[in-house]
């Protein structure tokens, strides 16, 4: 037998297998696979000094994705507001202030204003001001069409994560980890 470490669950030192995922290898038992060790593979060099942005009209949504961003330990700075007009205006006043926004997630169907109405006003700001564009991911239970790429296109950069249709609180906690996955790998690349 090879090398064992020993299983709570088991109650003896076991065979054990590594998984890789969300920037962190797992040690797992090989018999009945609970999880033996914790191994981060990634630690970010830096706290980003840019904002990220979030428009999201449920508070229980938007508070999931605040809370998640927060815990990546590497976007302090978090904006939560409930609408594209919000959120126009927070980018709008930020980018005048010369703080950087390293992204804006936003929700498709908003009150106020929708989230392609406010993305396309981000991208009129940032181009009356000469800015840089800011990556915007569609969070959104919204499927993913082609009239919804086409906008997308036209807004790059600009990504979809779908949040999904189901009720279950772990469900969408899973589609959150995955928006900040993708956001810490894009910040990964830029970095």
């Given at each position: ?21 969300h920037?962190r290898?797992?040690i797992?038992?090989a018999?009945?696979?609970?999880t033996?060790?914790?191994q ?8 980003s000094e840019?904002?990220v ?7 229980y949504?938007?508070?999931i994705?605040?809370?998640a961003?927060?815990a990546s330990?590497i976007y302090s700075?978090v ?7 919000e959120?126009?205006?927070v980018f ?6 010369n703080?950087?926004?390293d992204?804006?997630i ?8 929708d ?10 700001i ?5 800015m ?7 969070f959104?239970?919204?499927?993913a069409d ?12 600009a990504?979809?994560?779908n ?6 609180p ?15 790998e ?6």
């Amino acid at each position: 037998m090879g090398e064992t470490k020993y299983c709570l669950c088991c109650g003896e030192n076991v065979p054990f297998n590594y998984v890789e995922r969300h920037e962190r290898r797992e040690i797992t038992c090989a018999y009945c696979g609970f999880t033996l060790d914790v191994q981060k593979l990634w630690e970010p060099s830096k706290v980003s000094e840019g904002h990220v942005l979030v428009a999201e009209d449920s508070k229980y949504v938007r508070d999931i994705i605040v809370d998640a961003l927060k815990a990546s330990k590497i976007y302090s700075n978090v904006v939560a507001v409930e609408n594209g007009l919000e959120l126009t205006s927070v980018f709008s006043r930020l980018r005048t202030e010369n703080t950087s926004v390293d992204a804006a997630i936003i929700d498709l169907n908003m009150p106020v204003m929708d989230g392609i109405t406010a993305a396309r006003t981000i991208r009129a700001i940032e181009s009356q001001h000469g800015m840089q564009a800011t990556p915007v991911i569609f969070f959104s239970g919204v499927k993913a069409d082609e009239a919804l790429r086409a906008q997308m296109d036209m807004l790059a950069p600009a990504s979809y994560v779908n949040k999904g249709s189901d009720p279950d609180p772990d469900s969408l906690a899973r589609r959150v980890e995955q928006l900040v996955g993708y956001l810490v790998e894009k910040h990964r690349r830029a970095g």
